[in-house]
Each structure stands twice: as structure tokens, then as C-alpha cells.
């Protein structure tokens, strides 16, 4: 193909694969495309020379050439903007600015906040989705239409008409863009255009990664934690004569319970459940209330063993030195013996003791003949005041004693028993926590002999003082028949007497004291709910805020570079196309 200023489409020669002699465009043809060149230029085509060559007419009289029905070529090409300026372009990207402004002030007033309620059940998701799916729909006008404006630039300089058709691609989407970035030498402004082009695919999937909604615990607002305390206690009953004074039967019963709980570890059997009716609540404080406490000491190593050799049968004698005895003379029948009347050996006037209870076990063969040895325990039971600390996590209750006060003496009679509590936390003042003499001579009294008896036996058969001390040798024993005591053993029995009281102090106990109950025998903690709230990875707001500011500098270039150019307005209009060729300086 020949060269020249002009704007041309080539025709293929007649012998070329694209074009047969028989084509109705061959060189014969009476067609105004077919010239004796190889190419034609847009102004040669005329609506009135159909059936006539072009080549003969021009030869015979140029002066008469037949005009174009197309406008004047400098009228057409001159600097008048047919579509109104860059003003659509400016408007459209004020439009996505906002859009992408609105989007920023929306998740900003909603960061670290609750998942936010609207009219009409909107949820912040699609509005957010919404507002991007406008900011991006406005932000590539300008930048397709200032692709479209830099085509002219650009053919101005390059008069090449496959690049026209590359920045018209590129101007129409993503493919396009590409194209024009790889096919197009060095560079130039319209592949601004066309990256951010492509970056708009990722405006989307940014906005959706920006929100994310995780759930946290807070404060509710309905309702509180509370657990019940007992600050004092003083219920009792009267006996069979005015004289005695019984445990009501609420502390009766709280003492069975724990005797006869026959689970492992049945101390544990006694925690109470607290008002919690979120599942999850916590106390920031710990608390104080009046219990039951016990403790226990093996005393095995201060027996003293007397045998007698000097009759037929030889046996032993086995005592403590509060004056606990075990007679061995019934060899292994007896299985144990215990006591609620004797003093103690480690524990005596140590605390606030309202029972104690001293064992000596018999270790025996299988028939119950012979008797191997012997086992002492002790344990006692007082009046405390338990300092906690709890929680309740997924509905299940903890409560860790962290400190625990008691009297420094056994209680005297008439007294009452009073524990003091010094200062701790908020609390600049100490407490005192108080058990009525009547009260605590009644479970004591209650306890003077319920821990008296033994348990004996033999092949086949067993017997004992009462159920209590059944239930306290079989809790106690390993299981082996031998009257060995299992870990544990009647300790956690009378650990579970204690919980078991302690239990009913705290729920059933009715204070006295008017100021007390208005107080209110209860410590209140903070009930958790769970809420989902909004958090905004900002990070991901990056893209689209770096698009916008690209867009408005492509923009800004665009229409400078436009000015400077001197060509038209034409951006996305094809009928330039129609008009022919440029020359340097203007078109023609």
C-alpha cells in the first residue's frame, strides 16, 4: 500500500486470496471503491456517482468534482463541542466521589459499634453494596470517555487506523484495556485509563472484604448476675422439752444429703446455681458468706498399741491419747469404732466446732477372723466465712474459694459465734458475720451423739449403731472386704456434709436485719450477652479510594491534553470516521 497524509483503506489486489475475479469488487466493477491505486479515500465515496468511474470524471473537469453530502470539512473538524463540554464526565465522577464518600462516612459511623437496625429491614451489607455498585457505575464514564477523546490525540500523531481501533476497545471494557496496554508502544495517558479500567474488577470484592461482623460479649442490659449469701444465722427449733434446741428440718436435711451422697467426690454434689440468664456472667469482685467448713487429720501414727500375750488367745489393744479405743480381743469383727463425744487430737479449740468425730478402723481378713492392724482418722466440722471468686462460662457455675476466716476458739456457751472479715476491695470497713448462740448449740447438740457407734461384722453378715455410721464405713472403704479406707475416704463424706449446709445457710437463711435484706444477701455480678458488632478492615478501602483519586487525575490530564491538541470533542462519536484524512494542523 502507498503512503500518504491522507486517512485510506486499503483494497486487496484481485489476485489475492480475499478477492476473486468473480468478486462483484473486482477491477471492472463499475463500483467508486475499485481505483486503479489500491486504495480509496472516504471523500472519493458520493451518493449521486453510483455506476460511473470516479478515475475518468476527476481526469475530464476537477473544477466539476460532485460535492459530499457531509458538512464542510473545516466546519466539522473545527474546535465546537458537540457534547456540551467535559461537563457529563465531571458530573459522573462527582457522582462516584460522593457515592465512595457516602460509603467511607457510613462505615466510619458504624466501626466497633452494633450491628446497626434501619428502616425497611436495609442492612448496612447492601447498602454498602449498593452505593459501590454507583460509585463504580459512575467513575468509568470519565475514564471511557476520555479513552475515547485520546483516540484522536492519538491518531493525530500516529495515523494509524488499527490503533483507533484499539483505544476503541479499550474504551468499551476490561479486554480492550489490556489490549491497549500491550499492543500500544511506549507511554502514554490512555493506558492510565485503561489499568484503571481494569482495577474496577477489584472494586467489588474490596468493598465486600472491608466489613466483617464479629461477635462479642457485653454488659446486658435486661438482666443481672446475682448469687446468694448468707451473712448470718440464727433459725433453730425447739426440742422435745423447751430446754433443747433442734436444727430446723431444712438443716436436718441438708446434713442427711450429705451423709448419704454415695458419689465420688460428693462434695461437689452441693454447688449452687446462681442467677445467670445469659449462660456467661462473671463477678468483678470476690464475696463473702457465712458456711460450713471441715478439715481432716489421719492420726494413725499416734496410736498406741497394747497386746496382751498372756492368755490363750493373744491380742491388742489400740487407743489415741484423746481416749479413742479399739479392742482388738474381737480380732476382725469389729470394723470400726467411732466417736462425736471425745475432744480431738489435732484440732481442739482451734476454730468455731460445732461437731467432731474421731475413727479407728479395723484392717481384717476376708472371713472377719484375724485382725491386722488399725487406722484412726479425725475430722471437724465449724462455722467459717468463705471468700469466692466465680464465674459462669457456657452455663456452668465455678466457684473457687480464695480465703477462708473462722473463730480462733471453740464457741462458749450462751455466746454467739462472730466472725470478722478485716477490709478488702471497695470495702473500707470490716464485717462481721454472726451464728445465734441458739442456732449453733442447736446443730451442735444435733451432732453430739449422731457420729457415736461402730460397725461390726463377720462372714455373711454385718451390723451397725445406725445408718450414719453404715453409710460413713461403707463411703470410706476401698471395696476390697478388708475395712481398707479409699482415698478420701470419710473425709470427702464429711466434706460433703459441710458443702450440703453450707448450701442451705445461703439459700434458706432469713437475716434479721432490715438494713441487711435491703442491702440484699446477695452478691450481684454482671450478666454477659452476646452481640454481633460491625469492624472495618480499612485496608481494604484502599483500592477504591486510590481509583477515585486516579480517575480525577486522568481526568484533569485528559482534558488538558485535549485542549492543547486543538482536536475536537469528538470522545466516543464515530462520526468522524466519515470525514476523511488529517493533515498536519487540522483535518481535511
Same mark, same amino acid.
Given at each position: 500500500?502507498?503512503?500518504?497524509?491522507?486517512?485510506?483503506?486499503?483494497?486487496?489486489?484481485?489476485?489475492?486470496?480475499?478477492?476473486?475475479?468473480?468478486?462483484?469488487?473486482?477491477?471492472?466493477?463499475?463500483?467508486?471503491?475499485?481505483?486503479?491505486?489500491?486504495?480509496?479515500?472516504?471523500?472519493?465515496?458520493?451518493?449521486?456517482?453510483?455506476?460511473?468511474?470516479?478515475?475518468?470524471?476527476?481526469?475530464?473537469?476537477?473544477?466539476?468534482?460532485?460535492?459530499?453530502?457531509?458538512?464542510?470539512?473545516?466546519?466539522?473538524?473545527?474546535?465546537?463541542?458537540?457534547?456540551?463540554?467535559?461537563?457529563?464526565?465531571?458530573?459522573?465522577?462527582?457522582?462516584?466521589?460522593?457515592?465512595?464518600?457516602?460509603?467511607?462516612?457510613?462505615?466510619?459511623?458504624?466501626?466497633?459499634?452494633?450491628?446497626?437496625?434501619?428502616?425497611?429491614?436495609?442492612?448496612?451489607?447492601?447498602?454498602?453494596?449498593?452505593?459501590?455498585?454507583?460509585?463504580?457505575?459512575?467513575?468509568?464514564?470519565?475514564?471511557?470517555?476520555?479513552?475515547?477523546?485520546?483516540?484522536?490525540?492519538?491518531?493525530?500523531?500516529?495515523?494509524?487506523?488499527?490503533?483507533?481501533?484499539?483505544?476503541?476497545?479499550?474504551?468499551?471494557?476490561?479486554?480492550?484495556?489490556?489490549?491497549?496496554?500491550?499492543?500500544?508502544?511506549?507511554?502514554?495517558?490512555?493506558?492510565?485509563?485503561?489499568?484503571?479500567?481494569?482495577?474496577?474488577?477489584?472494586?467489588?470484592?474490596?468493598?465486600?472484604?472491608?466489613?466483617?461482623?464479629?461477635?462479642?460479649?457485653?454488659?446486658?442490659?435486661?438482666?443481672?448476675?446475682?448469687?446468694?449469701?448468707?451473712?448470718?444465722?440464727?433459725?433453730?427449733?425447739?426440742?422435745?422439752?423447751?430446754?433443747?434446741?433442734?436444727?430446723?428440718?431444712?438443716?436436718?436435711?441438708?446434713?442427711?444429703?450429705?451423709?448419704?451422697?454415695?458419689?465420688?467426690?460428693?462434695?461437689?454434689?452441693?454447688?449452687?446455681?446462681?442467677?445467670?440468664?445469659?449462660?456467661?456472667?462473671?463477678?468483678?469482685?470476690?464475696?463473702?458468706?457465712?458456711?460450713?467448713?471441715?478439715?481432716?487429720?489421719?492420726?494413725?501414727?499416734?496410736?498406741?498399741?497394747?497386746?496382751?500375750?498372756?492368755?490363750?488367745?493373744?491380742?491388742?489393744?489400740?487407743?489415741?491419747?484423746?481416749?479413742?479405743?479399739?479392742?482388738?480381743?474381737?480380732?476382725?469383727?469389729?470394723?470400726?469404732?467411732?466417736?462425736?463425744?471425745?475432744?480431738?487430737?489435732?484440732?481442739?479449740?482451734?476454730?468455731?466446732?460445732?461437731?467432731?468425730?474421731?475413727?479407728?478402723?479395723?484392717?481384717?481378713?476376708?472371713?472377719?477372723?484375724?485382725?491386722?492392724?488399725?487406722?484412726?482418722?479425725?475430722?471437724?466440722?465449724?462455722?467459717?466465712?468463705?471468700?469466692?471468686?466465680?464465674?459462669?462460662?457456657?452455663?456452668?457455675?465455678?466457684?473457687?474459694? @480464695?480465703?477462708?476466716?473462722?473463730?480462733?476458739?471453740?464457741?462458749?456457751?450462751?455466746?454467739?459465734?462472730?466472725?470478722?472479715?478485716?477490709?478488702?476491695?471497695?470495702?473500707?470497713?470490716?464485717?462481721?458475720?454472726?451464728?445465734?448462740?441458739?442456732?449453733?448449740?442447736?446443730?451442735?447438740?444435733?451432732? @453430739?451423739?449422731?457420729?457415736?457407734?461402730?460397725?461390726?461384722?463377720?462372714?455373711?453378715?454385718?451390723?451397725?449403731?445406725?445408718?450414719?455410721?453404715?453409710?460413713?464405713?461403707?463411703?470410706?472403704?476401698?471395696?476390697?472386704?478388708?475395712?481398707?479406707?479409699?482415698?478420701?475416704?470419710?473425709?470427702?463424706?464429711?466434706?460433703?456434709?459441710?458443702?450440703?449446709?453450707?448450701?442451705?445457710?445461703?439459700?434458706?437463711?432469713?437475716?434479721?436485719?432490715?438494713?441487711?435484706?435491703?442491702?440484699?444477701?446477695?452478691?450481684?455480678?454482671?450478666?454477659?450477652?452476646?452481640?454481633?458488632?460491625?469492624?472495618?478492615?480499612?485496608?481494604?478501602?484502599?483500592?477504591?479510594?486510590?481509583?477515585?483519586?486516579?480517575?480525577?487525575?486522568?481526568?484533569?490530564?485528559?482534558?488538558?491534553?485535549?485542549?492543547?491538541?486543538?482536536?475536537?470533542?469528538?470522545?466516543?462519536?464515530?462520526?468522524?470516521?466519515?470525514?476523511?484524512?488529517?493533515?498536519?494542523?487540522?483535518?481535511?
Amino acid at each position: 500500500m502507498s503512503q500518504t497524509n491522507g486517512m485510506h483503506i486499503q483494497i486487496p489486489s484481485p489476485t489475492s486470496a480475499g478477492l476473486s475475479p468473480a468478486s462483484p469488487y473486482s477491477l471492472r466493477s463499475n463500483s467508486p471503491l475499485i481505483r486503479e491505486r489500491d486504495y480509496v479515500e472516504l471523500d472519493d465515496i458520493k451518493i449521486d456517482e453510483a455506476g460511473q468511474n470516479y478515475q475518468q470524471h476527476s481526469a475530464r473537469d476537477p473544477s466539476k468534482r460532485p460535492q459530499s453530502l457531509l458538512p464542510p470539512q473545516d466546519a466539522a473538524f473545527g474546535h465546537d463541542d458537540s457534547n456540551g463540554w467535559w461537563l457529563f464526565e465531571i458530573i459522573a465522577w462527582v457522582v462516584s466521589a460522593v457515592a465512595l464518600a457516602v460509603i467511607i462516612v457510613t462505615i466510619a459511623l458504624t466501626d466497633e459499634k452494633p450491628l446497626p437496625q434501619w428502616p425497611m429491614n436495609i442492612t448496612l451489607n447492601s447498602f454498602v453494596s449498593f452505593m459501590s455498585t454507583l460509585m463504580k457505575a459512575a467513575l468509568v464514564i470519565p475514564v471511557t470517555e476520555g479513552i475515547s477523546q485520546l483516540k484522536w490525540i492519538w491518531f493525530k500523531r500516529a495515523e494509524s487506523l488499527n490503533d483507533i481501533q484499539t483505544f476503541d476497545e479499550a474504551s468499551r471494557g476490561t479486554w480492550g484495556s489490556l489490549k491497549l496496554l500491550f499492543k500500544t508502544k511506549r507511554l502514554h495517558l490512555a493506558k492510565l485509563g485503561a489499568f484503571i479500567t481494569i482495577m474496577t474488577l477489584g472494586v467489588d470484592p474490596f468493598i465486600q472484604q472491608v466489613i466483617v461482623y464479629p461477635t462479642r460479649t457485653i454488659p446486658s442490659t435486661l438482666s443481672n448476675a446475682s448469687v446468694p449469701l448468707a451473712l448470718e444465722y440464727s433459725d433453730y427449733t425447739f426440742g422435745e422439752i423447751m430446754a433443747i434446741r433442734e436444727p430446723t428440718l431444712g438443716m436436718k436435711s441438708a446434713i442427711s444429703n450429705g451423709v448419704y451422697d454415695t458419689n465420688d467426690q460428693p462434695q461437689n454434689d452441693f454447688l449452687l446455681t446462681p442467677q445467670c440468664a445469659t449462660g456467661n456472667c462473671t463477678w468483678p469482685e470476690t464475696y463473702h458468706t457465712l458456711a460450713v467448713c471441715s478439715k481432716c487429720a489421719n492420726t494413725t501414727s499416734v496410736i498406741n498399741k497394747k497386746c496382751d500375750n498372756s492368755g490363750a488367745f493373744s491380742y491388742c489393744e489400740y487407743s489415741l491419747p484423746n481416749g479413742m479405743f479399739f479392742d482388738g480381743f474381737y480380732r476382725g469383727r469389729l470394723y470400726m469404732n467411732a466417736s462425736s463425744t471425745l475432744p480431738t487430737v489435732n484440732f481442739n479449740n482451734t476454730q468455731s466446732t460445732i461437731s467432731s468425730i474421731s475413727t479407728m478402723r479395723g484392717l481384717h481378713d476376708l472371713s472377719s477372723t484375724s485382725l491386722f492392724g488399725v487406722v484412726s482418722n479425725e475430722c471437724v466440722l465449724y462455722f467459717c466465712v468463705n471468700e469466692y471468686h466465680a464465674e459462669v462460662t457456657n452455663g456452668n457455675f465455678k466457684e473457687t474459694v @480464695s480465703a477462708t476466716y473462722t473463730g480462733d476458739k471453740d464457741p462458749v456457751m450462751g455466746e454467739n459465734i462472730t466472725i470478722t472479715v478485716p477490709p478488702s476491695g471497695n470495702r473500707t470497713a470490716s464485717q462481721d458475720f454472726i451464728v445465734d448462740s441458739e442456732a449453733w448449740r442447736a446443730i451442735s447438740w444435733h451432732f @453430739s451423739d449422731y457420729w457415736t457407734g461402730n460397725v461390726t461384722g463377720q462372714t455373711g453378715e454385718r451390723s451397725s449403731s445406725n445408718d450414719v455410721l453404715t453409710a460413713l464405713y461403707d463411703l470410706g472403704e476401698d471395696g476390697s472386704g478388708s475395712g481398707a479406707q479409699k482415698p478420701g475416704g470419710e473425709n470427702d463424706t464429711i466434706a460433703a456434709v459441710a458443702a450440703s449446709m453450707t448450701k442451705f445457710l445461703r439459700i434458706n437463711t432469713q437475716s434479721s436485719s432490715t438494713t441487711k435484706k435491703q442491702n440484699g444477701d446477695t452478691a450481684l455480678g454482671t450478666a454477659w450477652t452476646s452481640q454481633t458488632f460491625v469492624h472495618v478492615r480499612w485496608e481494604w478501602m484502599i483500592l477504591p479510594v486510590v481509583l477515585e483519586g486516579l480517575a480525577l487525575v486522568f481526568l484533569i490530564c485528559t482534558i488538558i491534553q485535549s485542549k492543547m491538541s486543538g482536536i475536537a470533542l469528538w470522545k466516543s462519536s464515530t462520526l468522524p470516521m466519515l470525514e476523511g484524512k488529517i493533515i498536519p494542523g487540522r483535518w481535511r
